[in-house]
C-alpha cells in the first residue's frame, strides 16, 4: 500500500504529471525540465524529488549535471503501471502537446547556455563549472538522451 499512496501523492500535482510526461520523450537535465515548466529551479527540485521518493523517477549525475528519466525495471508495479496509465491517458492531451512542442524548442538549445541563464543569481548552478563532461559532450555534437526505461 505505501507504493500506491506515494505514486497517488506524487501525482496530486500538475507540473510532476508535465515532468513525468516529458520524460517520456527520454532524458532530460533538470535545466530543461524547469525551463519547460517556467518555475524556479529550487520549485522543480522539490517536485523532482517527490517524483524519485515515489520512484516514478530515477537520476544520475554527472559532474554537476543532473538528469532525470522515467523509472526503471527495478520501481515497484505501481510506479510502472501509473507510468504506462499516464501516457495512455494524456497522450492525446492539449498541454501535453504543448509541452512536447516547447520541449523540442528547448532541446535545441545549448544546455549550459540555458542553465545560466535560469541561474544568474545562483552561484551553485550546474553550469558553473566551465568545463562540465555533458557541455563538451554538447560542443562535440554527441548529445545522449537515452529512453532509461
Known amino acids: 500500500m505505501r507504493d500506491v499512496l506515494a505514486v497517488t501523492g ?11 510526461m516529458a520524460l517520456h520523450g527520454g532524458e532530460l537535465c533538470v535545466c530543461q525540465i524547469t525551463e519547460l515548466l517556467a518555475l524556479a529551479p529550487s520549485t522543480v527540485s522539490k517536485h523532482l524529488a517527490i517524483l524519485r521518493g515515489a520512484r516514478l523517477i530515477d537520476s544520475r549525475k554527472d559532474g554537476r549535471w543532473i538528469y532525470y528519466r522515467l523509472c526503471g525495471a527495478d520501481a515497484p508495479a505501481a510506479s510502472k503501471q501509473a507510468i504506462e496509465w499516464l501516457g495512455q491517458s494524456l497522450a492525446t492531451d492539449l498541454q501535453t502537446r504543448q509541452d512536447r512542442k516547447r520541449l523540442r524548442e528547448i532541446l535545441k538549445q545549448n544546455p549550459e547556455e540555458l542553465c545560466r541563464k535560469q541561474c544568474r543569481t545562483n552561484s551553485k548552478c550546474c553550469s558553473s563549472a566551465p568545463a562540465t563532461r555533458a557541455g563538451a559532450r554538447w560542443r562535440k555534437g554527441g548529445r545522449v538522451i537515452s529512453r532509461g526505461r
Open 10 to 20: 506524487a501525482l496530486a500535482d500538475e507540473n510532476r504529471v508535465r515532468a513525468l
